[in-house]
């Protein structure tokens, strides 16, 4: 019964959300100067996944509400957050963001339906027989609770192996169901949410490869026999190993040449500064010109809480900074107020940001020695402050390349020669510092800069 009245009550609201909706949109095609609506005014959403865990944390929500017009949950509506036990349906977590991004006049897009990982446990043993009544259960009963809110669904993930060829991947579904399951999963899907967009999404199909190769196949096949399918979602989680491919724009384009639309899922890019960025610009540019490409979601606000986090996959840093490539992408999309425009809202002190982190470069017994590293932001700067908090019993005998001032045991240094930085450039200064028998790290606090 409780589940009936919430389902109710989703639907009375998602009118009211319409229209917030294209209230956000009017307004920021106007300004063009944070991602979603500078995409907007390309006729495509900027989107990220987001964690309902975070959306406390006031900087994660401001960043997520002031430059994203998409959201998709990174965990919430998988399978064994939303069905842990068979019948029975949680939404708490899948419904805070759903909420907030509708409070906000953004878009869901949903993930997903039916996919090997995260599966609760009780899924696996089934029979086959038993699996398939429980696939189409799930699907209907996540997809109908969010009937009508939805903009796209991935309605299955990663079916297809890795490696050369181009097989089905094992698990509970392919192997007990068949090829079939997926076309199966997209036929119920329809039924579910006639509205929402249905989507094949996977990994390494970036390019034009087996995996990629086998995955066309399977949609020019759909296409053929009228099974349901409107858009393939393309992950994009990239790094040295993984580079964006050379062909990905003409893979986006033979995909779309078959009549669906094609979504940069969950893009992410290891690595920092302008090649970053560069690299960046190729996803978005690939993405404008194909003109079925109809939207992009980063895997994630902030390189803090990414997956990948060593990687600094993301266009925010730690502390909510744009980095080189939220300008690039910003660029790229046509937007202003970026790097180096005045009155950008994501920018502190109108644009000029830093990071700072501390290394021990050399150590005795009675002393050491410490580097802070300063790295500019988005945009270049022309000075720069960081605070360092060292140990009560430490203290420092000399200091190079920055000027310090004191109070207590807290030092803050500026530039000596080197304030200024271009956009994503580093330096650093040094000092000796005496134990006085406490060997802990001196703490650095935030960078900042003009
Ligand atoms: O980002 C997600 C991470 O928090 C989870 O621990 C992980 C569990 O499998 O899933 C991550 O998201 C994945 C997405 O759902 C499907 N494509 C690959 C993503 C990164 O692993």
Request: glycine share 10%; net charge negative.
């Amino acid at each position: 019964m409780s589940m009936i009245v919430r389902r109710l009550s989703r639907a009375a609201t998602a009118g009211l959300v319409a229209a917030a909706a294209l209230t956000a949109a009017a307004h920021s095609a106007e300004a063009a100067d944070t991602l979603g609506s500078a995409a907007a005014g390309q006729g495509r959403y900027f989107g990220t996944a987001v964690a309902a865990s975070h959306l406390g944390e006031s900087d994660y929500a401001a960043t997520l509400d002031r430059e994203f017009s998409s959201v998709t949950p990174e965990n919430e509506m998988k399978w064994d957050a939303t069905e842990p036990s068979r019948g029975s349906f949680t939404f708490t977590s899948a419904d805070r963001i759903v909420d907030h991004a509708q409070s906000q006049g953004m878009d869901v897009r949903g993930h997903t339906l039916v996919w090997h990982s995260q599966l609760p446990s009780w899924v696996s043993p089934l029979g086959a027989q038993d699996l398939r009544t429980a696939m189409n259960a799930h699907i209907n009963g996540l997809m109908g609770h969010y009937k009508g809110e939805i903009h796209s669904w991935d309605v299955v993930n990663e079916a297809f192996q890795d490696g050369g060829s181009g097989a089905r991947r094992s698990s509970p579904f392919q192997d007990k169901l068949g090829d079939g399951f997926i076309e199966e999963a997209f036929r119920t899907a329809r039924a579910a949410d006639p509205a929402a967009k249905l989507c094949y999404n996977d990994y390494n199909t970036d390019g034009v490869n087996a995996k990629s190769n086998a995955v066309y196949d399977m949609v020019k096949d759909f296409k053929s026999r009228g099974v349901p399918i409107d858009c393939v979602g393309f992950q994009s989680h990239f790094n040295s190993n993984s580079p964006v491919p050379s062909d990905y724009r003409h893979n986006l384009q033979r995909f779309a040449d078959l009549g669906v639309d094609v979504q940069i899922t969950e893009l992410d890019i290891e690595g920092s500064g302008s090649a970053q960025a560069a690299d960046y610009t190729k996803v978005v540019e690939a993405c404008l010109s194909v003109s079925r490409c109809t939207g992009m979601t980063v895997w994630g606000v902030t390189d803090k809480y990414s997956w990948r986090s060593g990687g600094t996959p993301l266009l925010f840093d730690g502390d909510y900074n744009e980095k080189p490539a939220y300008g690039a992408v910003l660029s790229a999309l046509g937007g202003s107020g970026g790097p180096g425009d005045p009155g950008d809202p994501g920018d502190p002190g109108d644009g000029a940001s830093c990071t700072a982190t501390y290394t021990r470069t050399a150590d005795w017994s009675s002393g050491y020695n410490g580097q802070v590293t300063i790295t500019a932001g988005a945009e270049p700067i022309s000075s720069w402050t960081a605070t360092v908090t060292l140990p009560a019993q430490q203290s420092v005998s000399s200091l190079w390349n920055g000027t310090p001032t004191w109070s207590g045991n807290v030092m803050t240094v500026r530039p000596s020669w080197n304030g200024t930085l271009a956009a994503g450039a580093s330096t650093s200064f040094g000092f000796t510092a005496a134990k006085n028998g406490s060997d802990a790290a001196p703490t650095v606090g935030t960078c900042t800069a003009s």
